[in-house]
Each structure stands twice: as C-alpha cells, then as structure tokens.
C-alpha cells in the first residue's frame, strides 16, 4: 500500500470516525477533517465527481462549525426558561436522561415537592441543551444540586447562559450562586467562578 492510497483509507476512516460522534462539534470538525483527506485523495486519482461532493461536504462542515461557534455564547441562539420543580416534562428529562445523569452525578435525586428549589431549562430553539437544578440557601445564596447537558452538546458550556447572561437567578432574588464541595466542574473557572473551600462560587452579576 503507497502513501496515496494510505490517504483515501484515512480520510475514509475519519468519515466514518466523525458519524460515530455524540457530541455535534466534535462530529462537525472530524467530517470536515476526512472531507478534506478525501477532497486530497480524489483530486490526486482523478475521481473529480468525488472531489466535487467532499469539496461541498467541506464547504458545509466549515459553515456549520463557524456558526455553531460564533453562537456558542449568543443570547439569541440559546433561551433560559424556569419550570416548576415538579413539572412533568423536567420528570421525563431526568428519567430519560437518568442514565447518564448518575454517571457524573453519583447519588442525585431530585425533590419534586422541595419547595427550596428551582430548576431551569436551557434551550436552543425547541431542544433541551441543559438542566440546571439549583438549591436556595440562606443569604441569597443557590447551590448548583445539577448542571447537566446533553451528549450533543457537551462540548459547550449551557449554564453559563443561567450563570452569566439570562438574569434567571437574579430574577429569583439570588445574589450568588456556588457549586456543592468536590464537584467535578473545571469548565467554572472558564465562567468566572472562584476556587473557594473545595467549591466554585460566583457573585451573580446585576444582583442588588
């Protein structure tokens, strides 16, 4: 086998590699990554028919990473909504869902009847991207008890529009919002949360 036909198998195994993916950024830039090979290989034997759909393919790929990228952080492409804590459609998405929940949140349970509770959605046109499920503690004060997001999302970061941007916690009167001790959350740093007693915390900005 010579290099150029190393070149075809490779791009054609990165085109493969990228359907297998969850998460959709990751699945974007592993397609785009083996159109390319592909677009090399086909030009280099002549298949041009070939390199005419990898060279779409490329042009789509890019387009769609440039847009998921530009809007990763934009308020017009991701929306903040509050249910009730006992709202029948968060009970769907935490048994749907409940699977992988447990496996970065060992031991949760949710309290449909708590009170002291508020759960928010966060959206991307009509589909769930994130679950944050905070609980209120004196001084105005919420503890992150979920920051879940979807697989096809998980290469983004959808609580920092419940964190940052949305006003939802300061909306409910909360003036900071803090992570439980040894939780597993590197991305709050990136959001500008402090590393204090094992935990993250954040004084939510607007609050009075």
């Known amino acids: 086998m010579n290099w150029l036909e190393m070149l075809g198998w490779t791009g054609s195994a990165v085109l493969v590699w990228s359907l297998l993916q969850t998460r959709i950024l990751r699945l974007r830039g592993w397609n785009l990554l083996g159109s390319v090979l592909l677009v ?9 028919p070939m390199v005419g759909l990898n060279v779409v393919l490329t042009v789509i790929n890019v387009a769609h990473l440039g847009r998921l990228l530009r809007t990763r952080r934009d308020t017009s492409a991701y929306a903040v909504v509050e249910l009730p804590v006992a709202d029948p459609f968060l009970r ?3 048994t749907v869902h409940g699977a992988d929940v447990a496996r970065f949140n060992p031991g949760f349970r949710w309290p449909y009847d708590a009170a002291d509770r508020t759960a928010f959605l966060v959206l991307r046109a009509d589909e769930v991207v994130g679950i944050v499920l905070v609980r209120a503690l004196p001084d105005r004060v919420a503890q992150v008890e979920l920051d879940y997001v979807t697989p096809r999302y998980r290469d983004f970061t959808p609580g920092y529009f419940v964190f940052r941007r949305s006003g939802a916690l300061t909306d409910r009167g909360f003036r900071r919002v803090v992570t ?12 500008g949360f402090t590393r204090q007693d094992g935990a993250y915390a954040l004084d939510l900005p607007g609050a009075g």
Request: no cysteine; net charge neutral; charged share 0%.
């Open 92 to 94: 769907h998405l935490l």
């Open 180 to 191: 439980p001790p040894g939780m597993v959350a590197p991305y709050y740093a990136g959001l």
């Open 40 to 48: 090399a290989y086909n030009a280099a034997v002549g298949v041009w």
